[in-house]
């Protein structure tokens, strides 16, 4: 076994030990318990990740021990630009068994506290191609099922293979939803079949569908409300996948659908004249038995106009009695269409996209029952000096800023804002400072205000003797970088500190030199977040040089590479004191002479970046 061989083994070793420590202590992995990264959908900024449990490691570790395959096989899929693309199994997942050992991987708590039920996974990339600073957050839901039912583990394949994609996509994809969508979407279902899905598998006929809406979307510009087959409000009902099928034409009746991971069938209840809009469902309502849920479709009454709330009783994604229905309309209001909803359970308020009357109305339930019984006001209208810009309103979402509070993040492509955000877009953010529900301003403001992150050290890989590191972290979060042992538990010297202010990813200073063989690690200071193993320092010396000749008299330089290296230059020497640059640079770690330099006996080889 050569020193190439030993290095590689030695390092998975420290992997494989750090990995089965913080697995036996579920109550440090990534955090205290219950913590996670502010989401900006959430309800008031509560924290919406929390760390895996010892099973969910092992199943996620066998999902992506799965993707893998044998290495060698390849996904075809087609990206952004319309252009056939392959993927590496194996390469795939090689980046996600790296992320989910450093921590970056988590439950999705929200989707058991909040109406806006997250049916999958959600993914915050850092716009590059390497692991250290993107995040998931996987669905309880969907751990719970696969835990439930092994044999659906290629469904949680499939959406760690979509949220793949995200990770890789640049700046410029991420910022177009359909793009970046469609493009994940392709991806994820050329999965599905190539591990065999059934075709009549429901959840394999969702993923094609959207991957359908979403190309004719980028293509012609068709949005995908007008088109057949599509759905809107995916939410959760337990284990059970709910959603909204609309009816374009016009001419039938708007559809909720529902079903298991691993259904051939799903369920079908009919909406006969509500023009739906979006769907919320809350789990396990104080006035329902255990087990139950209180699932609310907005839209509107199609035969009068009228906005409408119909509520349904739901056990086990199925409608269970007759549904109630609530219409807003004339004499006391105009004709109205409730395109989106979001709620507060802090301010016991519902908040309805009016998208014909171009406002935001507040709405409160009296009795307790989750269904709104009547409109207390205008939340926040187009019409407003200051808020015209909101005339392309279709989705709302309940947010919380860090330093502002509480308010409504406003979304002019889809419904809710995506769970999978390119963290320098800007959104709409319309704030109540005062509680009065009506907003005091309407501002854009970037994504990545709304979110914490995992502090991580950014590619290049660091090189012993750098003054500088480059990291990624949560805005205006104070962050040290401080030498440890090779699992962050063990913190030595600070080495370097910097306060993220202008944005999400900066250049920290360090105090000292970077030492070859240390490890460091990034610490938030304003709650201890840090990833799950150390960053090594690389030494940036070539080894192991070796020369060579070959029969056409060519010499061969050959050496072992550098993390991190770009390019690397040779040096020539007759002395071994003064050594000379040739002039030459290698792209890799070989370098041939077709002439051998004369008189040159001594030869070095460095690394840049």
């Known amino acids: 076994m050569n020193r190439e061989q030993r290095l590689f083994f030695a390092w998975a070793f420290t992997l494989l030990m ?21 989401d900006y959908t959430d309800l008031e900024g509560g924290y919406s990740g929390r760390p895996l449990t010892p099973e969910e490691w092992a199943i996620i570790d066998r999902a992506i021990d799965s993707i893998g395959g044998d290495g060698d096989d390849t996904l075809i899929y087609t990206n952004s630009e319309f252009e056939p693309c392959t993927l590496l199994r194996g390469a795939i997942a090689w980046d996600l068994f790296m992320q989910l050992c450093r921590g970056k991987m988590e439950v999705e708590t929200l989707a058991t506290k909040r109406p806006k039920n997250k049916p999958n996974a959600s993914c915050k990339p850092d716009c590059l191609a390497t692991p250290d600073g993107d995040e998931i957050n996987i669905s309880d839901s969907l751990l719970r099922a696969v835990l439930a039912d092994p044999s659906q583990l290629d469904h949680l394949e499939g959406v760690l293979v979509h949220e793949y994609v995200h990770k890789i996509q640049t700046a410029e994809v991420l910022r177009d939803k359909a793009r970046r969508e469609m493009e994940a979407y392709w991806l994820m279902h050329a999965y599905y079949c190539s591990v065999k899905v059934p075709a009549g598998d429901k959840e394999r006929d969702r993923v094609k569908n959207a991957r359908d809406a979403y190309t004719q979307y980028v293509t012609n510009g068709t949005p995908p409300e007008e088109q057949e087959d599509y759905y809107v409000g995916v939410n959760r009902d337990g284990d059970h996948y709910c959603y909204l099928v609309k009816d374009p034409a016009g001419v039938g009746s708007d559809t909720l659908i529902s079903y298991e991971l691993g259904d051939t069938v799903a369920y079908e209840f009919l909406l006969g004249e509500t023009d739906a809009g979006d769907l919320l469902v809350f789990p396990e309502p104080p006035m329902y038995p255990p087990g139950h849920s209180r699932g609310l479709v907005f839209g509107q009454n199609e035969l009068s106009g009228a906005g409408r709330i119909l509520a349904l009783h739901l056990l086990e994604g199925e409608v269970i009695e007759p549904p109630t229905a609530v219409d807003f309309g004339l004499p006391l209001y105009p004709p109205m269409f409730f395109s989106a909803a979001g709620y507060s359970e802090a301010r016991g308020r519902f908040f309805v996209v009016d998208t014909i009357g171009r406002q935001i109305l507040h709405m409160v339930d009296i009795n307790g029952d989750l269904l709104p019984d009547e409109i207390e006001g205008v939340y926040a209208s187009a019409a407003w000096p200051g808020f015209e810009l909101l005339d392309c309103m279709r989705g709302v979402d309940v947010s919380a800023h860090p330093f502002i509070g509480f ?5 002019c492509d889809g419904r809710h804002a995506p769970e999978d955000v390119f963290a320098y877009e800007e959104r709409w953010f319309l704030p109540d400072t005062d509680g009065d529900n009506v907003a005091d301003l309407c501002e854009m403001l970037p994504v990545y205000q709304f979110l914490r992150f995992t502090p991580a050290i950014q590619y290049p890989p660091l090189w012993a003797g750098e003054m500088m590191v480059m990291l990624h972290g949560s805005w205006e979060h104070d962050i040290a970088v401080f030498a440890s042992d ?14 993220m202010g202008p944005g999400i990813d900066m250049e920290c200073p360090l105090l ?3 030492l070859p063989g240390e490890f460091v690690i990034p610490v938030d200071m304003y709650d201890n977040r840090r990833p799950r193993l150390a960053t090594p ?3 940036p010396t070539p080894r192991s040089l070796t020369l060579f000749f070959d029969f056409d008299g060519q010499l061969h330089l050959r050496w072992e590479a550098v993390a991190g290296a770009d390019h690397y230059l040779i040096y020539t020497s007759t002395d071994a004191i003064s050594f000379g640059w040739t ?4 792209q890799t770690n070989e370098f041939v002479f077709p002439v051998p330099p004369e008189d040159v006996l001594f030869y070095r080889v460095t690394a840049e970046k």
């Open 537 to 539: 320092v690389v030494d």
């Open 18 to 38: 750090a990995v089965s420590l913080w697995a036996s202590r579920p109550e440090m992995m990534g955090g205290r318990p219950g913590e996670g990264r502010l």
């Open 486 to 499: 090779s699992m962050g538990e063990v913190l030595f010297d600070q080495v370097g500190f910097v306060h």
């Open 407 to 411: 308010g409504l993040t406003v979304s």
């Open 583 to 586: 002039g030459d640079i290698a």
């Open 512 to 514: 000292r030199p970077l």
